[in-house]
Structure formats: structure tokens, C-alpha cells
């Protein structure tokens, strides 16, 4: 297990350089490249070389054997918000010795195939609803310090932030004229 008090040093240096330099706080994300192998099988890849490989399910002509976009979508979330909240808890000096986030969604496959409901409105593609369950212990902690700890993690999320204030998204296409190699 990591030194919590390493964490929260490293936070507070980074908070010391923000309040003086408050521009550098605003960064280029690393960006996630994605391409497609075929059918409905992905593999995106991170600057570092590191790869993910996604594809639907059967019933949706993939083969099922790798987890779907929407899945690591869940997984980034969940991931995002555990760092999140251990990141406060070092920062508040709350010794974690369980921390688990588990991200639920349900949604309406109609949406991806481009289907419309009974009324002829086109069915929304992303999720109908999330679930976010936080299952936390730290000896000594009341519940309702955790709870809060919890709620500030979240607020903080990078993830749950864009989610909540949906970002505009700037898109753009380039045709090619071959293919790659």
C-alpha cells in the first residue's frame, strides 16, 4: 500500500504551483486514438504505446470476446472516480483500507442501431441512467465523514465533472485518400 501522506504532499505541491501560476493548471489531455480492425472490433492506444481492444456483442454482430466501448466507458468512470477519492482521503489523512467504485449504467440498444420509439423520436444512444456504488472502509472513520469524503471525490472527478457539465465536443473529419497501412 502507498504512503497516503506521499500523496497528499504531492497534491499540495501541485496546489502551491496553481495558486501562483493559475494558467497552468489548463492542459491538453492525452489523446485516445482509436482504430478499427474490423467488424465491430477497436483498438485504441495511448501515447505510452498502451492498448485496449474493444468489440460489441454477439447480438450486435461482434464477437463478444472483448469488453464493449460502453464498458470501459463504465471502467474510466469507475477508475476516475476511485482515484479521486483516495486522492482526498490522503489529502484529509483518512488511512483507506478498502476503497471499491462500481459504475452502472442502463441503456436502449435501439439508440445505437438509429431506431425510433413508439412516438417516432429517435432513441437516445447513451445511457438512460448510472449508477456509481462506493464501497469504502478506513479504521476509525464515521460513516458520515465518509459519506462526505465520498461526495467530494466525486465532485472533484474528472470524469463524473463531464458528465454532469457535458463539455462541448468539437468534431472533425478528415477523408483519406488510402488506406492505412
Not at 87 to 107: H, P, T
Amino acid at each position: 500500500m502507498s504512503n497516503p501522506r506521499e500523496i497528499a504532499d504531492a497534491m499540495q505541491r501541485a496546489v502551491s504551483v496553481f495558486t501562483r501560476r493559475p494558467d497552468k493548471g489548463l492542459h491538453d489531455d492525452v489523446s485516445a486514438r482509436a482504430r478499427w480492425q474490423d467488424d465491430t472490433r477497436v483498438v485504441a492506444t495511448h501515447a505510452t504505446g498502451t492498448t485496449v481492444e474493444s468489440d460489441m456483442p454477439v447480438e450486435l454482430g461482434g464477437t463478444g470476446d472483448r469488453p464493449s466501448p460502453g464498458w470501459f466507458f463504465r471502467a474510466g468512470i469507475a477508475a476516475c472516480a476511485t482515484t479521486a477519492i483516495a486522492m482526498v482521503a490522503a489529502e484529509q489523512g483518512v488511512v483507506l483500507e478498502r476503497l471499491e467504485v462500481e459504475v452502472g449504467s442502463r441503456s436502449d440498444a435501439r439508440g445505437l442501431l438509429g431506431m425510433r420509439d413508439a412516438e417516432g423520436m429517435a432513441v437516445d444512444a447513451g445511457p438512460a441512467s448510472m449508477q456509481v456504488e462506493v464501497v469504502l472502509h478506513a479504521p476509525g472513520v464515521d460513516a458520515v465523514r465518509l459519506n462526505a469524503l465520498v461526495v467530494e471525490g466525486l465532485r472533484r472527478s474528472p470524469m463524473q465533472g463531464a458528465l454532469s457539465g457535458q463539455p462541448p465536443i468539437r468534431v472533425a473529419v478528415s477523408v483519406a485518400d488510402r488506406p492505412a497501412d
